[in-house]
């Protein structure tokens, strides 16, 4: 069973940047599909982007296609995000998940197994 850990949220300006961790552990990370999501207050868990187990194949957002990019290093078991030109609309807490059965890149939250605790992303105006 993999662990999750997110890092790298903040309080920042629109339009600035910031680069999102998830370091995974107890499990072999190369196995997995891996998603970001994203969840505002009052609102449900989101889907913002999806990496294949080798990183070849990238699925987004509409909202966050051409400014969020997402990456994994399998020899470091780390999953990235890179968001720029963030928006106030794009504050939430971020979630990475791992999907170990997945055939193909997924958006919905429920086909995901494992989660992290989640990462705070603040943008103001």
């Known amino acids: 069973q993999v662990q999750l850990v997110e890092s790298g949220g903040g309080l920042v300006q629109a339009g600035d940047s910031l680069r999102l961790s998830c370091v995974a552990s107890g499990g072999t990370f190369s196995n997995y599909v891996m998603g970001w999501f994203r969840q505002a207050p009052g609102k449900e868990r989101e889907f913002v982007a999806a990496?294949?187990?080798?990183?070849?194949?990238?699925y987004y957002a509409d909202s966050v296609k051409d400014r969020f990019t997402i990456s994994r290093d399998n020899a470091k078991n780390t999953l990235l995000l890179q968001t720029n030109s963030l928006k106030p609309e794009d504050t939430a807490v971020y979630y990475c998940?791992?999907?170990?059965?997945?055939?193909?890149?997924?958006?919905?939250?429920?086909?995901?197994?494992?989660w992290g605790q989640g990462t705070q992303v603040t943008v103001t105006t």
């Open positions: 990496i294949s187990r080798k990183g070849g194949s990238t």
């Open positions: 998940g791992a999907d170990d059965n997945a055939v193909e890149l997924t958006t919905s939250s429920y086909e995901y197994d494992y």
